[in-house]
């Protein structure tokens, strides 16, 4: 599979710094990789999160950018997409959006889709990302962090992925600068031990403070690659 989804447990987790650092690592090892965001709210313009991807691969606009490929659905006010699009009085055209990874996927050999905040986000009134990437069977990499709080959304996310048979490649543990080390420590141990229990692969990639230099860190137990 060449798609993953990358969801967060959370807002504001950092799920848009790590999937820029996979992206610049599977890079840096040869492998043609592209970031998309399924979403994005609180925008107009181009996506502010594919410029963060792009900056850390220290790149400019691609010809996908450019065509409007990789950010199909944006919206300015910053709620949930169900929402955001209502006060514009449109829908989240998800047809657009398959689509537009389709004709994307052609030409790379991993794509990285990354959503809107967690899991349970309603795209429309009927459909919550998770219902989406189960429908597309796309790869789950799960976005969390060693903070007060976190264990409990990382296994609920856990669990709401195993039950529509989603496989989850891989939980990418992101740096929090307020996580108390012995809660970091446990929340490790914890979320392997679940992911195990779920019948998922115990994959935990930890992602270091993101800061120049910018540190290089090994994804390839999630991609295989």
């Known amino acids: 599979m060449s798609v993953f989804f990358i969801s967060g447990i959370d807002t504001g987790i950092g799920k848009t710094v790590a999937v820029g650092m996979m992206a610049r690592d599977l890079h840096r090892r040869g492998v043609k990789v592209i970031t998309v965001k399924l979403v994005q709210t609180g925008n107009t ?6 410029e963060a991807h792009r900056a850390l691969l220290g790149c400019g606009r691609l010809p996908e950018d450019e065509a409007g490929l990789t950010a199909p659905a944006i919206f300015r006010f910053p709620a949930s997409p169900h929402f955001a699009a209502k006060l514009e009085q449109r829908e989240v055209d998800l047809d657009a959006i398959r689509t537009a990874v389709a004709k994307i996927e052609r030409n790379y050999e991993v794509v990285l889709l990354e959503g809107a905040g967690g899991l349970a986000v309603p795209l429309t009134e009927e459909l919550l990302t998770v219902d989406f990437a189960a429908q597309q069977g796309y790869p789950l990499i799960l976005v969390t962090s060693g ?3 976190s264990l ?6 856990i669990e709401a992925a195993t039950r529509r048979g989603i496989r989850i490649a891989g939980v990418v543990y992101n740096w929090s600068p307020d996580a108390d080390p012995q809660i970091e420590a446990d929340s490790r141990r914890m979320i392997v031990k679940y992911l195990e229990r779920y019948h998922q692969p115990g994959i935990l990639v930890e992602l270091p403070h993101v800061a120049e230099p910018l540190p290089d860190v090994d994804f390839r137990t999630i991609f295989n690659r």
């Open 45 to 50: 313009g181009f996506s502010e999160d594919l």
């Open 147 to 149: 903070r007060l709080g």
């Open 152 to 157: 409990n959304h990382t296994i609920l996310s």
